[in-house]
């Protein structure tokens, strides 16, 4: 298995991934010494987004060539690779390509993650990374606000902000169920209602006129589609107005705009804490956890304007995290029943939901193992790949600093994986992309191909610390207030809001995106909360 893993990462990666998986006594004693610590931190993560060239990168989606406005015109893509004209030549079309991903029978489990993970990871991408709304769709363009704004929660403008906003306390709009505070429903009778014109919910007019009076008021357009996304914004908007009303009481002075922006700018960092010290911690298999440190990355040389790449759009589609059917209230629901289905989070409670999706174990990331009523995406990710002319599997594998792979052997030990993909390509150079991402093999102890959480750390890393919020002038007691900066430093998982946002349901909770029998928790044996 090791001379397996030599030959499809290359010596440097494999010594440097077999340095950061092991030895967890002398990474627990680099977290508890402080110096250590954040040197540490800030070597791993600048090595991790030095695996490719900083940004801007010279091509875009706009054209197969540099020019002023592929560098800044943000509605369209960045790239890694110059697009290949040749890219889909002489293929199955996207729905046989598809089948590579089609679950048969039961879901092959994470041997590590939970449903909250699968949660996760779609709410949040779906905050900075989102393609076009529009029909047709046209995957060249999107609508991301490139940044994480927590825009789920506020909208992506400022007339839709204003839409969810009290304008008194700086609190968000909600409304009072079974004792829970939620958002207010955008509809009545079927229609939106009119304080709310301007919101917008993904397919609403195929919706049913009943379920259409179920659907909340919230910033995002796929806000109301699933039931993990929904929760999640729920937990958020909670976490808003309880910062607010802690802030106007330590601040009666403030008028209601202050309030309003300083609890978002809280809320948004917290969001990038439990992103970097939660969700990343939970994806990487090194024993050393990853921290929140603004000043380490104000000089970084990766310290450029963010503009989302579409291979980072395309390396997030995780149809195979979600079980076949999903745990809610004690009940195996079906996968499309949780749709629009917030009637779930009101009679049985948001702290229940939480609680149920940290109990069930998410699909394995790979191939064979997407729902059935899912694979129509994996067919139009495949058909986007194409139609945007991505560059090879192997060659996005050069690009990152992998060897370039010479069998399907070298992607996969999975006999089953191999004879699809020799049956589908002529030869490894052949395989596409989005293919080739899922099929390869994790490495030991990682939930995720090599690949793909390459790319992912580069991009999250990058993104991440060059928020605004975390500039060094910027990320002070002055934008956040004294109280402010105590909220962000107790902050670190999903868990810490949960429990201090269900006072309906007031009990201390368990809530993960780590299986607590996972088969390798390379985090187990440190402290919970290291210290700084």
Not at 211 to 225: C, E, I, P, Q
Not at 374 to 394: D, G, K, M, V, Y
Request: include cysteine; hydrophobic fraction near 40%.
């Amino acid at each position: 298995m090791i001379n397996r893993d030599l030959d499809r990462i290359g010596l440097r990666n494999w010594i440097e991934y077999t340095i950061g998986s092991s030895g967890a006594a002398a990474w627990r004693f680099v977290e508890r010494t402080p110096s250590l610590r954040h040197l540490a931190n800030r070597q791993l993560i600048n090595r991790a987004v030095a695996k490719l060239p900083a940004r801007p990168y010279p091509f875009s989606t706009l054209s197969p060539y540099t020019s002023w406005s592929s560098l800044t015109d943000r509605t369209y893509w960045s790239r890694h690779l110059p697009p290949t004209p040749s890219a889909g030549e002489g293929l199955p079309a996207p729905a046989d390509t598809a089948r590579l991903f089609a679950r048969e029978g039961e879901t092959i489990h994470c041997p590590r993650s939970t449903v909250l993970f699968a949660y996760f990871a779609q709410w949040f991408t779906d905050g900075f990374v989102r393609g076009d709304s529009t029909a047709p769709r046209d995957p060249a363009v999107n609508t991301s606000p490139h940044d994480i704004d927590l825009n789920q929660v506020y909208g992506l403008t400022p007339a839709v902000t204003a839409r969810l906003r009290t304008f008194s306390g700086g609190l968000l709009k909600t409304q009072r169920i079974n004792d829970g505070e939620f958002p207010p429903y955008l509809c009545s009778d079927g229609e939106i209602k009119p304080e709310f014109e301007g919101l917008s919910v993904v397919r609403f007019a195929d919706m049913p006129r009943g379920m259409r009076d179920t659907l909340f008021a919230m910033g995002s357009d796929r806000a109301n589609v699933q039931i993990g996304f929904t929760m999640i914004n729920v937990l958020f908007l909670r976490e808003h107005n309880r910062i607010a009303r802690l802030l106007a009481g330590r601040h009666p002075g403030w008028d209601d705009e202050r309030l309003f922006q300083t609890a978002r700018n809280i809320a948004i960092v917290l969001l990038l804490k439990i992103m970097l010290e939660e969700y990343i911690n939970h994806i990487t298999a090194y024993r050393f956890r990853f921290f929140t440190d603004p000043p380490a990355f104000s000089k970084a040389d990766w310290q450029r304007t963010n503009h989302a790449s579409v291979e980072f759009n395309l390396v997030y589609r995780w149809h195979s995290l979600l079980p076949s059917t999903l745990l809610v209230a004690g009940l195996n629901l079906p996968l499309l029943s949780t749709l629009a289905a917030n009637n779930l989070l009101t009679e049985h409670g948001l702290g229940q939901v939480f609680e149920d999706s940290s109990r069930q174990r998410a699909g394995r990331i790979g191939l064979f193992n997407t729902a059935p009523d899912l694979l129509h995406i994996e067919a139009l990710s495949i058909a986007e790949a194409r139609t945007l002319h991505l560059a090879s599997f192997n060659d996005y594998r050069a690009c990152c600093g992998f060897p370039r792979l010479t069998s399907f052997g070298q992607i996969s030990a999975d006999p089953r994986v191999r004879r699809e993909l020799s049956a589908l390509y002529r030869s490894v150079d052949d395989v596409e992309f989005y293919v080739g991402l899922f099929a390869e093999d994790p490495l030991p102890g990682s939930i995720l191909p090599p690949l793909m959480q390459r790319l992912i750390a580069i991009d999250a890393f990058s993104q991440a610390f060059t928020n605004p919020l975390l500039a060094p002038l910027v990320f002070t007691p002055a934008t956040f207030s004294p109280l402010g900066m105590e909220i962000i430093d107790r902050t670190s998982s999903l868990s810490d809001l949960v429990n201090r946002n269900i006072p309906e349901q007031p009990r201390e909770r368990t809530v993960s995106m780590t299986a607590r029998d996972a088969a390798y928790d390379p985090k187990r044996t440190r402290s919970a909360r290291p210290r700084r």
